[in-house]
């Protein structure tokens, strides 16, 4: 009984080293793999961020050198400066963005934004059409391309009197804005007849 006991004894104490030495080897594959697999996703976030997409930024200014900065911790940012409005000045900026692996262009200045319309399109990417963007940005060309706008009404202050005017408006307060060149400065909100009138500072023909 003693010999079986010790047998029994020996048994279990040389199983228990093999699931021992088992368990200790299963964990340091599982160890290994945890580091494998942190050190892949190091290595892959690593040869992203290397690889950074490049992007260009149209007409910078002084006051976006913050928002610059900002970019340049996800994109590779290089300025662009374009000079004219001439199909040769827009594809030197096309040829330069080549040149310079951008693969896409924006900015932050409206004045630019027909830039930004056709250096994308000659960069290969889809873009809206020119005659759409001056169709968005002009207000004449607006009233023009549908037949009866429901949204706004024509009017001349030049050649209309204020009665003539106000028959015009079918709900109060409404908003009064120059066709164009107003450089921000052309909206106004009018809130009743007097107000229209009276003519407040600002509003042309007031």
């Given at each position: 009984v003693s010999t079986q006991?010790?047998?029994?004894?020996?048994?279990n104490a040389e199983y228990g080293k093999q699931w021992y030495q088992r368990r200790v080897r299963g964990s340091f594959l599982l160890f290994e793999t945890l580091i494998s697999s942190v050190i892949f996703r190091f290595l892959v976030t690593s040869s992203k961020m290397a690889?950074?997409?490049?992007?260009?930024?149209?007409?910078?200014?002084?006051?976006?050198?913050?928002?610059?900065?900002?970019l340049k911790k996800t994109y590779t940012v290089e300025e662009i400066n374009i000079k004219g409005w001439e199909p040769e000045?827009?594809?030197?900026?096309?040829?330069?963005?080549?040149?310079?692996?951008?693969?896409?262009?924006?900015?932050?200045?409206?004045?630019?934004?027909?830039?930004?319309i056709l250096v994308n399109?000659?960069?290969?990417?889809?873009?809206?059409s020119p005659v759409a963007f001056l169709y968005c940005m002009n207000k004449y060309l607006m009233r023009k391309v549908e037949s009866s706008p429901r949204y706004f009404?024509?009017?001349?202050?030049?050649?209309e009197t204020d009665e003539q005017i106000i028959g015009k408006i079918k709900e109060w307060p409404f908003m009064l804005k120059n066709t164009s060149l107003s450089l921000g400065r052309g909206i106004?909100?009018?809130?009743?007849?007097?107000?229209?009138?009276?003519?407040p500072q600002g509003i042309p023909g007031g």
């Open positions: 006991s010790t047998g029994s004894s020996g048994i690889d950074k997409m490049t992007v260009g930024f149209l007409g910078p200014q002084a006051y976006m050198r913050q928002a610059l900065e900002d000045d827009i594809q030197k900026a096309i040829d330069l963005c080549k040149s310079k692996g951008v693969e896409v262009v924006g900015g932050f200045a409206q004045k630019d934004a027909l830039h930004h399109a000659g960069l290969g990417n889809k873009s809206i009404d024509y009017v001349d202050p030049d050649n106004f909100r009018i809130k009743d007849q007097e107000n229209l009138k009276g003519g």
